[in-house]
């Protein structure tokens, strides 16, 4: 209900707040290879539904850019024999994301929805590298388009929670101060 609340406008309003762009994504429908053979599927999905509020021709403009530079990476990962994609392609692909962000001219809420689908098939004592790609890859966009923020909704622990790693089933998860 939190998120429906959020992402319907409603808390804007009765806050008093301007309106600002919220995308929700559910992991549950996310490609599978994300983030391994796909490694930014999930600001595609992001992308796809923040395309309502483009209000400019600069914005629309820069999400194509971003779909192009996304698919390019994507189409050098399917490459046989290509093991972790072209550096640069990466960062051109979450470079055009936040310039898209940018171009929206509102703060931008990403509710990343069940997250905990990441966390799910690893050993105790392991770490979790999908969690930590994602959180490099939310990192990344918030260093060029500081007026997002990101909400992590799930009912299972992607950092370390306060009383101890019982109550993260045992991963090594990675302390973030945010």
């Not at 290879?33 to 309502?52: K, T």
């Not at 021709?57 to 490459?79: C, I, M, N, Y």
């Not at 898209?100 to 105790?124: G, I, M, S, W, Y």
């Not at 370390?160 to 998860?173: E, N, T």
Request: contains cysteine; hydrophobic residues 40%.
């Amino acid at each position: 209900m939190t998120i429906r609340y959020l992402y319907s406008g409603r808390l804007a309003a009765d806050l008093h707040l301007p309106p600002f762009a919220v995308a929700r994504v559910d992991f549950d429908h996310l490609d599978p290879r994300y983030p391994d053979r796909r490694p930014v599927e999930l600001l595609l999905a992001l992308a796809s539904e923040l395309a309502g509020f483009t209000g400019s021709r600069g914005a629309e403009s820069q999400k194509r850019r971003f779909d192009d530079a996304a698919h390019v990476l994507h189409e050098q990962l399917a490459t046989p024999g290509v093991a972790g994609g072209d550096r640069e392609a990466l960062d051109l692909a979450v470079d055009s994301f936040a310039d898209f962000l940018n171009e929206l001219r509102t703060p931008v809420v990403l509710v990343l929805d069940t997250c905990e689908e990441l966390a799910k098939l690893h050993a105790p004592g392991t770490t979790v590298p999908a969690i930590d790609r994602t959180f490099e890859l939310l990192e990344r966009v918030h260093d060029r388009a500081p007026q997002m923020r990101a909400l992590l909704a799930g009912r299972r622990w992607l950092t370390p929670p306060p009383d101890g790693p019982q109550r993260s089933g045992g991963l090594a998860l990675t302390d973030r101060p945010y």
